[in-house]
């Protein structure tokens, strides 16, 4: 047996390991004697810990058995080699129904949202354009402040303050960065930090919505706070959306009462607009009017990218709102932490609900996160994604236009990591889709966006995990490829027609 | 650092002016706290895109007008003592509130606050302390997947029910350990226990569902069974687990039997684990099957084993021994699924579950791949052995023929019989008086509670657990107890 030195696993892996490779390849039979630990850590120059610390684990794997006084052997009916069954047996008969929950939730799965495949969401992450990335700078701080904070003493400190809605200070120092940055209006109490926005929106559904009332949403909206808000049962009631945000006249014209209504005022999604003022003040009066409770989503609005900001909605009523703001997404710990501010009225049973069926963030990243809002690197690395983000999607407004020319319709994506177009194409959309991905572009079609059947030919193309040098080779190539997948098309069309039908002036741009 | 501020859009006077009103207004509002610093010029021209001399300008102007102080060389904060003007705006904002009335809450909110108030934290049967073997190895693996973020990054859009390569690896623990053998796609990773039990309940249970539940159960089980609205029926226990002539006289059909597998509760004799599966079976009940310790060996006989590891049945939900001994550096828990409940399960966390870190996830699994989980877990049952010796000995010792200790093997607890007239709450007060972690079964009893039975953790520190048992017992005594 011999030793890496420059393996990255430990010494006692390695052992075990060598151990468990002679077993299996069968140079160690079965019932044979292994050297005793002294032994062996003699002649690996090792301690005998650390030999030790292998056998444990081997024992513990079933690998061998240790008899007292008689030393080691390899086990002789050895369990530990198993395959997992890959198919599943014969499925037995469902002889009790599970809860009406359960049912609506495995009708929604089938038909009306096909985009809870959520193996197919794995697959498609070998383009990481999907994602809102944290810059590495981020990355390596919230290294250096976990091993600050890794420390027994302030884990045991931690654990006194431990609280369901979150540690204090983590709350205070969120709250604070809220009301400056986005005039969010409230006190540390009526803050509550949840790990994810589904399971915020989840809760709060939960408590506010009965089956059968009415809730209304913007159509389209975001496909997971769609999924959670259809789990509830209610009555959906969509309401378009144009390059204002919200139609609030279509709404207030509604016979309905809403009980809930779920909208993002400074950044929608996908389209990225943004509620004009004339409509935020409308919708505030006829909420105050009939008692609906609104659920602001606030996610993205870091990412505004408009001549300023508009603050947040909740300021106007701070008692009618129920306001989430969602940390960017990425790989750390702290990415989809949804921070809520609720009214009083609401504080209570969110209180219980969290206690009961909630769960709590891990203090780990409770207390790393709080070090991070603290130092100010949270808000750096917040702007300068914001800077980036803003070069990136200048450039992206101006080549597409440039390779589509009257082909394309832009929305107006003044937030958000988003851009929504309509596309005139004799492709199909998932065509166009693949053309995309093999361009390495996140392109999706807006189809899961809407509640209902959607347009056709309308994208979002996401932009955050592109860089700015490659676009426009990206783009190129985009366009090559769609042109090609035209021209296969039309094999069987005469080749004047074809002339005459090209899509994309591809050649006179390469000129020019 | 950013702040908002509200620039009116169309206006006569100079925009420095426009700029000074609006950070007037902002601190009037309470949005940046007295003491709390500004933000640079330069940042606040850049955010809002004008020049920087006209922030500059508009800092003077609040100077003058008393509502910024400088401190040399470290920037400009907002005056500490405000004594004018201040603070009207607040009051203005809570107006604001109150008028409007209070949002009419559903069915499942009104259950919700009628439920018992629950206890929380609920972990006190692990001590901080006790991590201090594991925060090195915890750190070094962290270090392992924020130097190196590509693994992380390909994982990024995670799968709801946890990174595969993570559920295969707690497969195979479960199969090394509970000779659990399971598809890493029954698996199902929640990011703490309560969200577990609450998905189970909320998946079985509508409102008025029958549910045949061991007694005693922790008061969290029956708590999440009550608030989604389902009855419970509470099947007493006897020397060799769950009575079986009980459970079959239920005459009304119930959808599910809850059973735990911990330690003072003897373990099911092969004999009822056969006739649970086939009640199952035959009336198409779920069981639910909660561990509470994590076993690392797979010593002892086959009784130790999870009615899942038997189980040929599909309608076991194993509700494996959460990591608590982990918190608080990580709080996730698993759930073993039946087949025929995979697919809701997965759907149930894709719509509505929790995120699950991914950077979290892989530190986990390279946690229990490297050994380290198992080496952690053996070092605990040597600790708690030792600590529970030591307790036994401290109780009879003082305490001798007064008292009853029931043996239970891996578990951090001691059971305490206690033959006394003294009522089982003021018992426990006593000993939190003192400092010690005790609580009374009773508490997780739906019928007829057995009296004097108590729970005694022993925590970290011996010097503390000695003092904390000698208060207690004289407290006792002090009390009538000979």
């Known amino acids: 047996m011999t030793l890496d030195q420059a393996s990255p696993y430990p010494v006692h892996r390695q052992i075990a390991q060598a151990i468990k490779s002679a077993v299996i390849s069968g140079s160690l039979a079965l019932g044979q004697m292994l050297p005793s630990m002294r032994r062996l850590a003699e002649a690996l120059g090792v301690s005998r810990s650390t030999v030790q610390r292998a056998y444990e684990d081997l024992l513990s794997q079933g690998y061998i058995e240790t008899t007292h006084g008689a030393g080691s052997r390899i086990c002789r009916a050895r369990q530990a080699a198993r395959t997992h069954p890959l198919v599943s047996p014969p499925v037995t008969q469902s002889a009790r129904p599970l809860s009406s929950y359960a049912e609506s939730l495995l009708s929604v799965v089938g038909s009306v949202l096909p985009c809870v495949d959520y193996q197919c969401e794995l697959r498609r992450v070998d383009y990481q354009c999907e994602l809102c990335q944290e810059p590495d700078s981020l990355v390596q701080q919230y290294l250096h402040l976990l091993e600050g904070q890794c420390q027994l003493s302030l884990l045991q400190e931690a654990e006194k303050a431990r609280a369901v809605s979150g540690l204090n200070e983590l709350r205070s120092h969120y709250l604070s960065y809220l009301r400056r940055a986005r005039a969010v209006d409230g006190t540390e109490e009526q803050v509550f930090v949840f790990s994810g926005k589904r399971e915020a929106l989840d809760t709060l559904c939960r408590i506010l919505v009965d089956p059968g009332d009415c809730v209304a949403v913007e159509n389209p909206t975001a496909p997971h706070a769609l999924k959670t808000l259809m789990l509830s049962q209610a009555q959906i009631v969509p309401v378009p959306v144009d390059r204002d945000g919200m139609d609030v006249d279509w709404l207030t014209a509604l016979p309905h009462r809403i009980k809930v209504l779920y909208l993002s005022p400074s950044c929608h999604k996908p389209s990225g607009a943004v509620l004009s003022s004339d409509r935020r003040r409308a919708l505030v009066d006829w909420a105050e009017k009939n008692g609906t409770a609104i659920l602001e989503d606030d996610t993205y609005s870091e990412f505004t990218y408009g001549r300023s900001l508009t603050p947040a909605l909740q300021r106007e009523a701070p008692g009618g709102f129920i306001y989430l703001s969602t940390l960017p997404s990425g790989i750390l710990p702290l990415a989809g932490h949804t921070f809520v501010v609720v009214p009083h009225s609401l504080l209570a049973v969110l209180m219980q609900a969290k206690r009961l069926t909630g769960g709590e963030v891990p203090l780990l990243n409770q207390l790393v996160l709080t070090e991070l809002i603290r130092g100010g690197h949270f808000e750096r690395s917040i702007r300068s994604r914001r800077n980036r983000y803003e070069a990136i999607r200048a450039h992206l407004m101006k080549l597409l236009p440039l390779y589509f020319g009257s082909k394309i319709n832009l929305s107006p994506a003044l937030a958000g990591t988003e851009i929504t177009f309509s596309l005139t194409s004799a492709l199909t959309d998932d065509a166009v889709i693949a053309c995309a991905q093999a361009a390495r572009l996140g392109l999706r079609s807006t189809r899961s966006h809407y509640l209902g059947v959607g347009k056709a030919k309308e994208f979002v193309l996401s932009f955050a995990g592109l860089d700015e040098h490659s676009i426009e080779h990206r783009v190129r190539r985009f366009v090559i490829m769609l042109n090609n997948q035209v021209s296969q098309k039309s094999v069987a069309v005469a080749r004047a027609d074809y002339q005459a039908s090209a899509l994309y002036p591809i050649a006179a741009l390469g000129a020019g | ?482």
Not at chain 2, 220 to 233: K, T
Not at chain 2, 431 to 440: K, N, R, T, V, Y
Request: aromatic share 6%.
């Open chain 2, 1 to 482: 650092m950013d702040l908002i501020v509200n620039l009116p859009p169309k206006s006569f006077l100079p925009l420095h002016r426009q700029l000074a009103d609006a950070l007037c207004e902002a601190i009037d509002q309470r949005r940046l706290l007295p003491g709390e610093p500004m933000p640079s010029t330069r940042d606040l021209a850049q955010s809002l895109r004008i020049s920087r001399s006209t922030v500059v300008r508009s800092y003077e102007e609040l100077h003058s007008r008393g509502y910024l102080e400088s401190a040399h060389g470290s920037g400009t904060f907002v005056r500490s003592e405000m004594s004018f003007a201040y603070g009207k705006q607040t009051e203005l904002n809570k107006e604001k509130e109150k008028p409007r009335i209070a949002f009419a809450v559903s069915a499942f909110a009104v259950r919700l606050l009628h439920a018992e108030p629950g206890q929380f934290p609920d972990a006190a049967s692990y001590s901080t302390d006790d991590l201090a073997p594991v925060l090195r190895s915890w750190k070094r693996l962290w270090r392992r997947h924020l130097k190196n973020t590509e693994e992380a990054r390909s994982w990024a859009a995670s799968n709801p029910i946890g990174i595969e390569s993570l559920r295969k690896t707690i497969a195979d623990f479960l199969w090394r350990t509970r000779r659990i053998h399971c598809h890493p796609d029954q698996v199902i990773a929640f990011s703490n226990k309560q969200s577990r039990l609450q998905l189970v309940c909320r998946l079985l249970f509508s409102p008025g569902d029958l549910v045949a539940v061991q007694d005693p159960i922790s008061p969290e089980v029956r708590q999440m069974l009550s608030v989604y609205g389902a009855r419970v029926v509470p099947v007493p226990l006897d020397q060799e687990g769950i009575n079986i002539d009980h459970l079959l006289s239920i005459d009304k059909p119930f959808k599910a039997i809850c059973l735990a597998n911990d330690d003072h509760n003897g373990a099911l004799s092969r004999e009822k684990r056969r006739c649970v599966r086939d009640l199952a079976k035959r009336t198409g009940a779920f069981i639910i099957e909660e561990e509470a310790i994590p076993y690392t060996t797979t010593g002892g006989s086959a009784d130790r084993y999870p009615l899942r590891s038997s189980d040929d049945s599909d309608r076991v939900i194993y509700l494996s021994a959460g990591l608590e001994m982990l918190s608080p550096l990580m709080m996730m828990s698993f759930l073993v699924a039946p087949y025929s409940l995979q697919e809701a399960f997965a759907a149930a966390k894709a719509c509505t579950g929790e995120e699950l870190a991914t950077i979290e996830q892989l530190v986990l699994r390279d946690f229990i791949e490297d050994g380290l989980l198992e080496h952690h877990l053996r070092g605990l049952e040597r600790l708690s052995n030792k600590r529970r010796c030591h307790v036994i000995h401290l109780v009879t010792k003082h305490l001798g023929r007064r008292v009853d200790i029931e043996s239970s093997f891996g578990s951090q607890a001691v059971v305490i019989n206690l033959s006394s007239d003294i009522p089982d709450s003021e018992v426990v007060q006593m000993a939190q008086e003192s400092g010690l972690l005790l609580s009374a079964l009773s508490n997780q009893f739906a019928c007829p509670a057995p009296k004097g039975k108590f729970m005694l953790f022993p925590g970290s520190s011996k010097d503390a657990l000695e003092e904390g048992i000698e208060t207690w017992i004289t407290k006792l005594r002090a009390r009538g107890l000979s």
